[in-house]
């Protein structure tokens, strides 16, 4: 069974960093894209940044300059490192992963359970 778990969220001043954590796990054959998602209180989830199997990242523009992605393939790892925090990215980030399986031919979208991040003074 593949799953995902986030880690590295928590409570930082603005202008702080973070750096979240998402590592897959499980019977896995391959992994595609692993992204970032957030979804702050009342407003719908929202990709931050993406970063495929190759190593190229996309941002969602309010991140731009201030968050960085990278991969461990080895690991099976995504670092979404979080710089100059503002209290706008305070949600629950989201971990997903185009996953295939080793019992399966297709790939799959998995989701982890989230971790909050919260910016505040």
């Known amino acids: 069974q593949v799953q995902l778990v986030e880690s ?3 409570l930082v001043q603005p202008g702080g960093s ?9 019977s896995i054959r391959s992994i595609n894209d692993m992204t970032w998602y957030r979804q702050a209180p009342g407003s719908q989830r929202e990709l931050v940044a993406t970063v495929t199997s190759g190593g190229s990242t ?9 968050f960085s992605l990278s991969r461990d393939n080895a690991k ?8 100059s ?5 305070t949600a629950v980030y989201y971990c ?8 399966d031919y297709f790939f799959m979208s998995y989701w982890g359970k989230g971790t909050l991040v919260t910016v505040s003074s």
């Open 58 to 66: 996309d941002y969602a523009d309010f991140v731009k300059g201030r």
């Open 18 to 26: 973070l750096r979240l954590s998402c590592a897959a796990s499980g």
């Open 96 to 103: 997903n992963a185009i996953i295939q399986p080793i019992t």
């Open 85 to 89: 925090l503002k209290p706008e990215d």
């Open 8 to 10: 590295g969220g928590g």
């Open 76 to 83: 099976n790892t995504v670092y979404l490192q979080m710089s």
